[in-house]
């Protein structure tokens, strides 16, 4: 496997998220990549690279451009409110519900803040924007050179991505790593992308950016938004709109009656839609807090499932990009990420 390593991940390293009222240490933090990094190391046959440049036209084909700016400049905006902002992460406190107005965006600060953000568990800080900015270019090279003949690559980087709509951050994700590299893949000729999220949560940012287009199919498998994060997307009826009507396809499932067996059995489905788009490449949001023993959620998945789940992505004989998501229980991530690359090589 191709290996793009984003080498700036820990310049983002959130200090606190708030929870059920109160502050805890961040769940996403710099250590569950070097857990899949040293995995990929021991196992050995992964050939790794650094990212090339980033390229913001093209992020600016994704992001809307306002919401890129406000982003870059979010860090020098709080400090430039009090120096000693620079001790605390940025973390929203008001947003705009139905029933307010969407359509100013305000001068303040914290106004434009939750204007852009849906949740309080997303902490930025000085290194967040280079850090998200540096994984953009990981998928966006690791796609460029699938485009370039190479069978998969995968974009090893945090902050995820899935989360991150077209002008909204959240679930712990600024910039869409997923929906740059389908981007990528379709300037580079593809006709039609797909996106086959596998990630516990719904990829409600992906589906946002992609919701009005046909040229990308967007799937998504995850705990059912009843019950789950993100809540207010993931639904079944979400099918897109316009020209990208029928181009989108959720497949909640219940955690609490979901195992492996029906965990798969939604993939096949998904990889069925997949095939019947015509899809000339896919892009893969690997996130495995699927696993039994991950903190904030999962659907029960064992170890050796994994490279089952890999096996069975390769079955569709796609070029593909898999980009890092979620995975919280730091003993497991690495292995369980090993296995789903693994298992996509044993089955291509
Ligand atoms: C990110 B990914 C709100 C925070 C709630 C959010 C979970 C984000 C999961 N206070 N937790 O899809 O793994
Ligand atoms: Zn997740």
Redesign the pocket.
């Known amino acids: 496997m191709l290996i793009v390593l984003n080498g700036r991940h820990c310049l983002h390293a959130g200090r606190q998220?708030?929870?059920r009222g109160h502050m805890i240490p961040c769940?996403?933090k710099p250590s569950r990549l070097e857990f899949v990094e040293a995995e990929l190391r021991l196992r050995g046959g992964s050939e790794w690279m650094d990212p090339d440049e980033a390229d913001l036209d093209l992020l600016g084909r994704v992001h809307d451009p306002r919401y890129l700016d406000f982003l870059a400049g979010a860090w020098a905006e709080w400090i430039a409110l009090d120096p000693k902002n620079a001790e605390t992460d940025i973390l929203p406190s008001a947003w705009p519900m139905p029933g307010l107005r969407h359509d100013v965006v305000p001068l303040a600060f914290a106004g434009r803040l939750g204007l852009f953000c849906f949740?309080?568990?997303?902490p930025m800080m000085s290194g967040t924007w280079d850090a998200a900015l540096a994984g953009t270019a990981s998928a966006i090279t690791a796609a460029r050179r699938v485009a370039a003949g190479r069978t998969a690559a995968f974009a090893l980087t945090r902050p995820?991505g899935?989360?991150a709509g077209r002008a909204l951050f959240?679930?712990?994700?600024f910039l869409n790593n997923a929906a740059v590299a389908a981007q990528t893949l379709r300037e580079a000729g593809a006709a039609r992308v797909a996106v086959l999220d596998v990630?516990?949560?719904h990829?409600n940012g992906t589906q946002d950016i992609f919701y009005r287009r046909g040229d990308v199919l967007t799937v998504s498998i995850h705990g059912h938004p009843l019950t789950e994060?993100?809540f207010y997307l993931g639904y079944a009826d979400e099918r897109g709109e316009g020209a990208g009507e029928g181009c989108n396809l959720n497949l909640p499932l219940s955690p609490k009656v979901s195992r492996f067996a029906e965990w798969h059995a939604a993939l096949e489905e998904g990889l069925s839609a997949i095939a019947r788009f015509g899809a000339e490449a896919l892009v893969v949001p690997l996130?495995v807090?699927t696993y039994k023993g991950d903190p904030?959620?999962g659907f029960g998945l064992e170890s050796e499932d994994y490279l089952k789940v890999g096996e069975t992505i390769a079955g569709a004989r796609l070029p593909s990009i898999f980009t890092f998501?979620?995975?919280?229980a730091v003993e497991g991530i690495g292995v369980n990420v090993a296995n789903v690359l693994d298992g996509f090589e044993a089955g291509r």
């Open positions: 998220e708030m929870y769940v996403e949740d309080s568990g997303s995820p899935h989360h959240g679930g712990y994700c990630d516990f949560h990829g994060y993100p996130g807090d904030i959620a998501e979620g995975g919280y």
